[in-house]
């Protein structure tokens, strides 16, 4: 499913006020990356856990922990429902 998600919006706080779910098993923490998504159109920022769970050429490619996104200007997001 490919979604728009708005500036300044935090990724998961904004699927669950569209109810639209993401495997979030640890609860958000970084610490399964069963929240994967990708980013197909923006800037996300790689953060430290991002890092761990993703090669170099995934994190090129887009793919970041669902829970840890936030948007700092408009994104297109690619999500994996559950
Ligand atoms: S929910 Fe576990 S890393 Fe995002």
Not at 20 to 44: S, W
Not at 50 to 58: A, G, H, M, V, Y
């Amino acid at each position: 499913m490919i979604i728009e998600c708005p500036a300044d919006t935090r990724l998961q706080e904004y699927l669950l006020k569209k109810d639209i779910h993401i495997f979030t098993p640890c609860g958000g923490r970084g610490n399964c990356a069963k929240c994967k998504v990708r980013i197909l159109k923006g800037e996300a920022r790689v953060n430290t856990m991002d890092r761990i769970w993703f090669s170099q050429k995934e994190l090129e490619e887009g793919y970041r922990l669902g829970c840890q996104v936030f948007a700092k200007e408009p994104l297109t997001i690619e999500i994996y429902e559950k």
